[in-house]
């Protein structure tokens, strides 16, 4: 089955402590994205990767890192995180970019800092 | 910063009802169109494309005005599983006409009821 996987799907942290919250595609998709979404607000681009080793900041990068190694994975790293990071996260991808529309998101990723 | 406006709503109307959509974006350049269904706590979906001469699939049209940068939704017969927030989302043109990142709008939410 063709699909987008987050991990872990729930976490409550303390501001400070380190986390990774993985991604995985199975469909060979070229382009990966994160997106944060919080009331009021919409949805917002974190980091986007066109390709492998190819990774760029979207709308609001602070306080997060990305890496692309390999295709199919594309890990959100919060370093030190803080309460203002408490949100819902969504992984995406596509096969080639924003022009082909249909993003394929995972079930996302409900983050709470304390 | 590009963006992407909608009416946040919330619509309430009754099953049956007919409720139309709207969004405006500010990039004159962008070339391509989507809404997307976001049901609650879940991830967006790809509901449909919006092509320039209009598009229709089954109870939803889809509207594209360049020259006023409007986009619209129209669904008839709304039915209660209608329930869920509509995003419009529009493909970010880089300067010198690269495709770039698509732009969500905040969402307009739709409540159908009995």
């Known amino acids: 089955e063709a699909q987008v996987t987050q991990n872990p799907r729930y976490l409550i942290t303390v501001t400070g402590k380190k986390l990774t919250v993985t991604c995985s595609q199975n469909?060979?998709?070229?382009?990966m994205s994160w997106y944060r979404q919080d009331p009021g607000l919409g949805l917002r681009q974190i980091y986007y990767?066109?390709?492998?080793?190819?990774?760029d900041k979207g709308d609001v990068p602070e306080g997060y890192k990305v890496s692309r190694k390999e295709k199919r994975n594309f890990p959100l790293i919060l370093e030190s995180p803080s309460p203002n990071q408490t949100s819902l996260y969504f992984c995406a991808s596509s096969v080639y970019g924003g022009n082909t529309g249909e993003l394929f998101f995972g079930e996302g990723s409900r983050l709470t800092v304390l | 910063r590009k963006e992407v406006e909608q009416d946040p709503g919330p619509f309430n109307v009754p099953e049956g009802a007919t409720v139309a959509f709207n969004c405006t974006y500010s990039n004159s350049a962008s070339q391509s169109f989507f809404w997307y269904r976001q049901d609650c706590r879940k991830e967006p979906k790809l509901l449909m494309s919006?092509?320039?001469s209009g598009n229709e699939d089954g109870r939803f049209t889809a509207q594209l005005n360049r020259a006023s940068q409007y986009i619209s939704l129209l669904i008839r017969d709304s039915k209660l599983s209608d329930s869920a927030t509509y995003l419009c989302?529009?493909?970010?043109?880089?300067?010198?006409?690269?495709?770039?990142?698509?732009?969500f709008g905040k969402g307009t939410k739709l409540s159908v009821k009995p």
């Open positions: 469909m060979n998709h070229e382009y």
């Open positions: 989302v529009v493909n970010e043109m880089n300067y010198g006409g690269s495709q770039g990142n698509l732009i």
């Open positions: 990767s066109m390709n492998v080793e190819v990774t």
């Open positions: 919006v092509y320039s």
